[in-house]
């Protein structure tokens, strides 16, 4: 069936950079905006960056300037290019998939995914 994983997270220093990944797979037809979010501990789950298919992208506030979210709609995977790491970057990062159109056998369907999300700690 379909599913997302993310790969890339890891321990990091302030100023440092990381590099995530989110990798769908699956009998896919197509995928609507795709973005990834963030949760911290004792914090709600926030919306980092997004993407349309087109390539339109959305960023939060507080990383402008310092990551980039890309996609290659060929390959079914998006990616987070992560510069001047800060403490408060700290979290699980989570990729999600809207409308994310598949088939098994001769039918379709559209539903969101979500990854298993992976760490990001950065150290200060």
């Known amino acids: 069936q379909v599913q997302l994983v993310e790969s890339g997270g890891g321990l990091v220093q302030a100023g440092g950079s990381l590099r995530l990944s989110c990798a769908a797979s699956?009998?896919?037809?197509?995928?609507?905006?795709m973005g990834w979010h963030r949760q911290a501990p004792g914090k709600q789950r926030e919306l980092v960056a997004s993407i349309s298919s087109g390539g339109s992208t959305n960023y939060a506030d507080s990383v402008k300037g310092r990551f980039t979210i890309s996609r290659d709609n060929a390959k079914n995977t998006m990616y987070l290019q992560m510069n001047s790491l800060k403490p408060e970057d700290t979290a699980v990062y989570y990729c999600n998939a809207d409308r994310l159109i598949y088939y098994t056998g001769t039918e379709v369907y559209a539903r969101d995914y979500w990854g298993q999300g992976t760490q990001v700690t950065v150290s200060s």
């Open positions: 699956g009998r896919i037809l197509s995928i609507n905006a």
